[in-house]
Nanobody
Framework: QVQLVESGGGLVQAGGSLRLSCAAS????????MGWFRQAPGKERQFVAA????????YYADSVKGRFTISRDNAKSTVYLQMNSLEPEDTAAYYC???????????????????WGQGTQVTVSS
């Protein structure tokens, strides 16, 4: 079992930055594939970014590529999402997700992840 706790959300003006953190416990973090998803009111959950265990290969949704950066610190069992040049369209609840070393589905598919955090709200004002 893996427990995930997100932090770092808040209210920011368009063009600003935020860094989300997700602390994991319950399993060896370095062997977990990690992802970030978001969900705006009335919309489906959407893939944002993912980072693979081992080589830390990064995946991004086209909508955030070049603005967001995912990273991980295995010593701290934490994954980060650095969000720059934020836009009102980025407003959503952001969720951290984790799965074991083997992806059962593409990294961008929420079904690939077995564990989820409770979410942290990001609101970008125009």
């Amino acid at each position: 079992q893996v427990q995930l706790v997100e932090s770092g959300g808040g209210l920011v003006q368009a063009g600003g930055s935020l860094r989300l953190s997700c602390a994991a416990s319950g399993r060896t973090f370095s062997t977990l594939n990690m992802g970030w998803f978001r969900q705006a009111p009335g919309k489906e959950r959407q893939f944002v970014a993912a980072i693979r265990w081992g080589d830390s290969f990064e995946y991004y949704a086209d909508s955030v590529k070049g603005r967001f950066t995912i990273s991980r610190d295995n010593a701290k069992s934490t994954v980060y999402l650095q969000m720059n040049s934020l836009e009102p369209e980025d407003t959503a609840a952001y969720y951290c997700a984790a799965t074991g070393s083997y992806y059962s589905a593409p990294a961008s598919n929420s079904g690939a992840y077995a564990y989820w955090g409770q979410g942290t709200q990001v609101t970008v004002s125009s």
